[in-house]
């Protein structure tokens, strides 16, 4: 017997495969297999089965689907038990012999772990054979729809980026074309298969389809997105007007997987033997900078008498995440039992509860020492409950608190984030943007990173803007956003990629007398001193909200200009002071 999500679900067993009706038991079913081996919370379930408008009944009726399922799987000899009710939630106990999505992960670690060998491509082809189509096609949820299938689809994709990159460099370029057509037909955005694609072309003597291809892409990212290619494609489309010779393609090295969804954050088991750790995050894209930082992190982190607890504090916004899994990135062959990350807010900037944040942490597992990122933490509440769960792994937390409480009683380190320095933010905006479009204007591209307070978040909102209006000069982006800095600096199809919602959520999660010291620190000049406006007790409560510095000496306190530029704005809208103010 074998539960299957890679493609509609449905159960496997002997001859027989049964997919199952969209129902709510085949939505919380689908939930479970998702975190194999894990307690999936209760509150994750209810939101699985009705999305997120559970009904008052809802805790009674998801008893029901349990039981319902349970009957559907003694049809099939499938023990009751399967479905483990636990504190907090449920359990389903699946391995590489009952679940395609546990052996599909087990068998592209296998193919890591050979990279550079023929076993690898055979595991991949292997990993890829398991799946039928779309994941969960027939699972009505909303919630994994919109979350679990796009991220298990990524997963498919990295694969088959690979296996094209392993056929390219075997030569054997005619066998993936129908890969590659497929891939750059439907997913053009995901450049690199064109740039497979017109490759293979034009290694085949097809010059003329290759460069129909190059130019159909490059209209449809114009059309759609605003923006060119990318380099890769564009040195291509240049080596076939020349009619240079490729020269053979160089074997690839090994893959680095986009992080894993957190359903696939867990160890795998075949017949009792740990399968290799979690992949971990991948580089950050456009990362800049931060050296100081990433060997600071490094250091602490991969020395084995080094804290067991690392805290990244900071204000909102100015690159916590980015620098945590870039290290963790960078670091990941000192943790061979695998590097994990998991996110402790849900896409709406909300906290995850205990039992969702236990849910998604990963099976203790042998093969060495680990490394698990907790990102985005809310306090050290929502962290002090998941550290004795973490099975000896090092832990590396974001946080814009310092979590005093949780370094306190477990010991660790914090290291506090501040803004980039000039040349950083120079560098980073070059490597979203193009280092040719910043260098063309590099006296506005300083003005543009001033604006933005050399803070990463608000460097990126500007480059997004920079990309997706390629006749915008640097310099005429750097006045429109100087006008209204913390108004302007938001991208509307993502709430994460806006200075109102980002710096609005920090500041409105304060408590009223913090909020209101906040908004006052904000409409003092600088260097007045905010010790004389404000009791210290009030002060350090915002250092350890993220929301203030520690200052040099003689100066205890100090608030970053972008942040004083914000509460000023905010005082000045009345609305949004309304909200925020005490009384």
């Known amino acids: 017997m074998r539960f299957q999500l890679l493609g509609p679900l449905s159960i496997a067993h002997g001859p027989e495969t049964v997919v199952l009706k969209p129902s709510k038991p085949t939505s919380l079913l689908a939930a479970l297999l998702l975190h194999p081996g894990t307690v999936v919370s209760t509150g994750y379930l209810l939101r699985a089965v009705w999305d997120e408008e559970p009904p008052a009944t809802a805790r009674a ?16 000899g ?41 076993e690898e491509l055979y595991r991949l082809r292997e990993a890829l054979s398991l799946w039928q189509g779309q994941p969960l096609s027939n699972v009505a949820s909303g919630m994994l729809q919109r979350d679990a299938v796009p991220a298990l689809e990524q997963e498919r994709l990295l694969v088959l980026e690979r296996v094209c990159d392993l056929e390219l460099a075997a030569g054997n370029c005619h066998q993936v074309l129908v890969d590659l057509y497929e891939g750059a037909r439907h997913r053009p955005v995901r ?20 460069l129909a291809e190059y130019r159909t892409v490059r209209e449809r990212l114009r059309d759609e997105l605003g923006v060119d290619p990318g380099p890769g494609l564009r040195r291509l489309e240049l080596a076939i007007l020349r009619a240079e010779e490729l020269g053979p393609a160089a074997r690839p090295p090994g893959p680095e997987p986009a ?16 399968a290799p750790g979690p992949a971990g995050p991948p580089p950050v894209p456009g990362f800049a900078g931060r050296a100081a930082d990433l060997r600071a992190l490094a250091g602490r982190l991969t020395d084995p008498g080094g804290p067991r607890l ?18 963790a990135y960078e670091i990941r062959a000192a943790f061979p039992g695998g590097v994990s990350a998991v996110d402790l807010t849900r896409p709406d ?15 203790p597992g042998g093969g060495g020492r680990r490394l698990l990122l907790l990102d985005n933490a809310a306090g050290a509440g929502q962290v002090l409950p998941l550290l004795p769960e973490t099975g000896g792994a090092t832990v590396l937390v974001t946080s814009r608190r310092a979590l005093a409480a949780a370094v306190a009683t477990h010991g660790g380190f914090v290291h506090r984030l501040d803004v980039l320095s000039p040349a950083e933010a120079q560098d980073l905006l070059a ?16 003005e543009l990173a001033a604006v933005c307070g050399w803070f990463p978040l608000a460097l990126r909102i500007a480059a997004g803007r920079l990309l997706t209006r390629p006749g915008l000069s640097v310099a005429d982006c750097a006045a429109w956003l100087a006008a209204d800095p913390p108004g ?70 100090r608030i970053h200009a972008f942040l004083r530029g914000y509460a000023r704005w905010l005082a000045r809208d009345r609305a949004g002071a309304a909200a925020l103010l005490p009384g």
């Open 78 to 118: 499938i023990s009751a038990t399967t479905i483990e009710a636990v504190p907090g939630g449920y359990r389903m106990r699946n391995d590489t012999e009952t679940l395609d999505l546990a052996l599909f992960r087990f068998l592209t670690a296998q193919a890591r772990a050979a990279a550079g060998t023929p």
């Open 191 to 210: 450049e690199r298969f064109t740039e497979q694609l017109v490759e293979a072309l034009y290694r085949t003597g097809r010059q003329a389809e290759a």
């Open 310 to 327: 690392l805290v990244v504090s900071g204000a909102p916004g100015i690159g916590k995440s980015a620098l945590a899994r870039q290290s």
């Open 259 to 274: 992080p894993p969804h957190p359903a696939s954050a867990l160890a795998v088991r075949d017949r009792g033997r740990a």
């Open 488 to 557: 302007r600096l938001a991208l509307a199809e993502d709430p994460r990629l806006s200075v109102p919602e980002v710096l609005g959520r920090a500041v409105g999660a304060l408590p009223p007398e913090l909020r209101g010291a906040f908004l006052l620190l904000g409409s003092l000049e600088p260097g007045s001193g905010p010790a004389t406006a404000v009791e210290e007790s009030v002060l350090e409560q915002l250092v350890e909200a993220g929301m203030l510095e520690d200052g040099p000496p003689g100066e205890p306190y």
């Open 431 to 446: 490597g979203l943007v193009g280092a040719e479009r910043i260098a063309a204007e590099e006296p506005a591209a300083r």
């Open 349 to 363: 900037g909300s906290p995850l509860d205990t039992g969702e944040a236990r849910a998604l942490l990963p099976a």
């Open 61 to 76: 009726a998801l008893q029901t689907c349990v039981l319902r399922l349970r009957r559907l799987f003694a049809k099939y």
